[in-house]
């Protein structure tokens, strides 16, 4: 089987910065496209961005031009460098990997538990 284990969140003032990662482990064989998303309270879960095994990458509009996504191959694990953070970030945020797995090379989607992020004076 696989995890993902999200680390990074917290409690950040407005304007500041956070960097998310989320590291995978298990029967990985490959990892096609790691994804955050993040659920605010009362909201539905969103798509914040996604980054794919050739490296291209997509945004949702509310996050374009202040949050990077990026991935290390080698370790299986994907980061989310936020700036510029603004109260309305403040959301549980999610990893989510299309993961082949071992020995039956088949590709299955896996989550992490998420992370707190709070952006807050």
């Known amino acids: 089987q696989v995890q993902l284990v999200e680390s990074g969140g917290g409690l950040v003032q407005p304007g500041g910065s956070l960097r998310l990662s989320c590291a995978a482990s298990?029967?990985?064989?490959?990892?096609?496209?790691m994804t955050w998303y993040r659920e605010a309270p009362g909201k539905q879960r969103e798509f914040v961005a996604s980054?794919?095994?050739?490296?291209?990458?997509n945004y949702s509009e509310s996050v374009k031009g202040r949050f990077t996504i990026s991935r290390d191959n080698a370790k299986n694990t994907a980061y989310l460098q936020m700036d510029s953070l603004k109260p309305e970030d403040t959301a549980v945020y999610y990893c989510?990997?299309?993961?082949?797995?071992?020995?039956?090379?088949?590709?299955?989607?896996?989550w992490g538990q998420g992370t707190q992020v709070t952006v807050s004076s």
């Open positions: 980054i794919i095994l050739g490296g291209r990458t």
């Open positions: 989510s990997a299309k993961v082949v797995i071992t020995p039956v090379y088949l590709e299955y989607d896996y």
């Open positions: 298990g029967n990985i064989f490959s990892i096609n496209g």
